[in-house]
């Protein structure tokens, strides 16, 4: 167990629909990461939150976007949803405080949505 | 650019030998973090090994280790004493300083008995 709890596990939706996608990083962790891992396009990097300010964004749909709340915990919207959203989306969270630095990341259980 | 490569689609390897998963890296930054990544058929992420690039020792988790050889770009995770449950996929990973995981394309693990 990695700390990172997200919810839900499993969610399936129809195209056109807006879903939230919740994740707790770890305690005392500040850095929040999204990623999606698709069969095509592997895993990516989606965006980034520190202390509840966006840090970094990687590739990341206008019709996605995400927010840190004071608690820490992070929320990934997903809207006008496509078949192609259909993947495994990850949380990850990184114990450094400064947000800066390479050190590990760990990673949630994922949430595997599946668009219909 | 930073970039990953991992060559080995597929691996398959025997109960109790050692196996190597290949990776090479790409980057300008002269600190970075390389990373592995085991991901079973359940889908979760679990961190394995991390090797910083001012790292003077290969570093080592118990049946895991990395072959860090700085000079060719390459982060090799060996696994020795190959377990059933190491089948899986595993993913090399790098980070620069304050940015993301830019992950490779991962390599399936077989381990029959």
């Known amino acids: 167990d990695s700390g990172v709890t997200q919810t839900p596990k499993h969610l399936i939706t129809a195209t056109g629909q807006r879903v939230t996608l919740r994740c707790s990083p770890r305690?005392?962790?500040?850095?929040v990461y999204w990623y999606q891992q698709s069969l095509d396009q592997g895993l990516q990097f989606l965006i980034q939150y520190y202390n509840g300010e966006e840090r970094a964004k990687g590739n990341i749909l206008e019709r996605f976007s995400a927010q840190q709340f004071p608690d820490l915990h992070s929320e990934l919207n997903l809207s006008s949803l496509e078949l192609g959203d259909s993947a495994l989306y990850f949380c990850?969270?990184?114990?450094?405080?400064?947000?800066?630095?390479?050190?590990?990341?760990?990673f949630g259980p994922g949430t595997r949505l599946t668009v219909t | 650019a930073q970039k990953i490569t991992q060559t080995q689609p597929g691996m398959f390897v025997q109960e109790k030998e050692a196996v190597t998963l290949d990776c090479t890296y790409d980057?300008?930054?002269?600190?970075?973090?390389l990373f592995w990544y085991k991901q079973p058929s359940s889908g979760e992420m679990i961190f394995l090994i991390y090797q910083g690039s001012y790292d003077q020792q290969n570093a080592t988790e118990g049946r895991y280790s990395l072959n860090f050889q700085k000079a060719r770009k390459s982060a090799n995770l060996v696994i020795s004493a190959s377990q059933l449950g190491d089948s899986a996929m595993y993913f090399c990973a790098m980070r620069e300083p304050g940015t993301a995981l830019i992950f490779g394309k991962g390599t399936t693990l077989s381990v029959s008995s």
């Open positions: 990850a969270s990184s114990p450094r405080r400064s947000g800066q630095g390479v050190d590990e990341q760990y």
């Open positions: 980057t300008s930054d002269p600190s970075y973090g």
């Open positions: 305690s005392g962790d500040l850095s």
